[in-house]
Every structure is written in structure tokens, then in C-alpha cells.
């Protein structure tokens, strides 16, 4: 039984981090202590940066109030426009998101993290050929500071060869030999190709950097069983049943077991 082809889109989101603290409100002159002049620029960064934890917690009504008033501070802050879109591909709105990962391009056109995400969503709207446009545009950029992630991303993009998928999980790695998602896709290609001593060898990165989910144990059990490695196999497999019991890959060991 082969395991699942292809794992969730990677992402390269520029805008996860939540400030530690702010500055403080009141400064001492010889008059007194006054209030600062807000400083619209900064709150709107922050505001895009609790934004998108809020978004990454699945927040969303949260998140998109956040970003709306990071818009309403700085009205050409490209990146807030891009978690907006997020938020809105998430909650089921594609036309909204677009339009906003259209205007946050036009407000930053070269901006490389907006053109991976953007690529991101068009993958999933089932536009892979303009998709890999963005990705390619990503990469091509010096300043990008994680072209891993839009190489993997173009990998995995719907309608990309296994040929030139390889080629472009190959590319992530030659960025970063530790990118845990390439890793698995190449796992993956290379179970699907019978080359199962390769395969354990980048499970066995993956498992140096990631912490495996069901589908990874699952693969691993494959691997070890293709290797002739029984005991190994079930190793894999009994971690995939204690650590996930309710997972649909130990529904599946389950039901295979019980035959």
C-alpha cells in the first residue's frame, strides 16, 4: 500500500513572529511627562504580527480584525495584506483572498515571501501553472531568504512532473539540507521508485529535524518491510498506533491487522 503522495503545501510566511513587547507611551521632558505621538508605521507591524499567530491559531476572527487595523495605520504595508489573504483562503473566501494578495503585490511587487504564499494559493485554486510563475519569481530574488520553501512548494504544486518535482525538492535541499518538507517529498519519490535504502536515508533526515506524523511512520513501516526488516516495520507501526490512535493511517493498520 503506497502512502499519501504529497503533504500539505509548505509556507514561507514572513509575519509569525509576535513581538515581545512594545515601547512605552510616556517619555520625561523638562515639561513633564507627555504622551508620545503614535507611532502608526510600528503598530501596524505589530498589529500583522499578532495578526498572523492569531491566524496560525485558527483564529481567524481575531486575526482578520487585527490585520483590518493594521490596514487602517499603514495603508500601503503590503505584508498585512498578504495575512489578510491568508485568513480569507483559510475561511473559504478565494475571491477575497485574491484580491488582496493582488493588491499587497502591487504595493510590492518583488516582495518574495508575497509571491511564494500567492503562489501558495493559486496552487490550491487549482492554477499551478501561474502559481509556479510566483515561485519562480520568489526564488530568483538574491534577498530571499527562504527559497527553500518555494522550491518545495513548486514540487508539490498539482500538475508538476515527479521528474521536475524531484529536481525542484533537490533545489530546497541544496538551500537548506535540513528543510524537513523536501526531505519527506523526497522520501516519498523515492519509495514510489522502489530505491529503498535512499528512501530510509532521507527518513532518517526528515527524523533528525521533524517529528514524524502518521503518514511519515507509515512510509517508515513501508520502507523497513520493502528492506525485508519485519521487526523494524512493526517498531514503526506500533508508534503509529500509540502516538496516533485515532488517526486515519492506524484505522487503516487496524483494519488491515484484524483481516
Known amino acids: 500500500m ?11 510566511a514572513s509575519c509569525v513572529l509576535l513581538m515581545s513587547g512594545i515601547s512605552g507611551c510616556v517619555t520625561v521632558s523638562t515639561g513633564g511627562v507627555l504622551p508620545n505621538k503614535p507611532n502608526l508605521s510600528q503598530a501596524a507591524r505589530i498589529n500583522t504580527q499578532l495578526g498572523s499567530k492569531y ?10 480584525k487585527k490585520l483590518k487595523l493594521a ?24 475571491d477575497q483572498a485574491e484580491q488582496q494578495y493582488q493588491h499587497a503585490l502591487k504595493l510590492a511587487p518583488n516582495d518574495p515571501d508575497i509571491q511564494n504564499n500567492f503562489g501558495v494559493f493559486l496552487c490550491g485554486q487549482g492554477k499551478s501553472a501561474e502559481a509556479q510563475r510566483y515561485f ?4 530568483s530574488n538574491p534577498d530571499y531568504s527562504t527559497p527553500e520553501a518555494a522550491w518545495t512548494n513548486a514540487g508539490i504544486c498539482p500538475g508538476t512532473s515527479q521528474q521536475d518535482a524531484q529536481s525542484d525538492f ?7 539540507p535540513k528543510f524537513p518538507a523536501a526531505l519527506k517529498q523526497m522520501a516519498i519519490i523515492s519509495f514510489g521508485r522502489k530505491q529503498y535504502l535512499q528512501a530510509r536515508a532521507f527518513e532518517q533526515r526528515y527524523r533528525a529535524v521533524a517529528t514524524p506524523g502518521p503518514d511519515f511512520l ?4 513501508h520502507t523497513e518491510r520493502a528492506l525485508g526488516h ?5 517498531d514503526y507501526e506500533m508508534q503509529l498506533v500509540q502516538q496516533y490512535p485515532d488517526s486515519p493511517q492506524a484505522n487503516q493498520l487496524g483494519s488491515q491487522q484484524s483481516r
Open 2 to 12: 503506497t502512502p499519501q503522495a504529497r503533504s500539505r503545501l509548505a509556507t514561507a
Open 55 to 64: 491566524a496560525q491559531e485558527s483564529l481567524y476572527n481575531i486575526a482578520e
Open 71 to 94: 490596514i487602517s495605520e499603514e495603508a500601503d504595508y503590503a505584508p498585512a495584506y498578504s495575512a489578510l489573504a491568508y485568513v480569507y483562503t483559510e475561511t473559504g473566501k478565494p
Open 136 to 139: 519562480h519569481l520568489a526564488v
Open 170 to 176: 533537490l533545489r530546497a535541499l541544496q538551500n537548506n
Open 218 to 221: 507509515l512510509l517508515s513501516a
Open 230 to 234: 519485519e521487526a523494524k516495520a512493526m
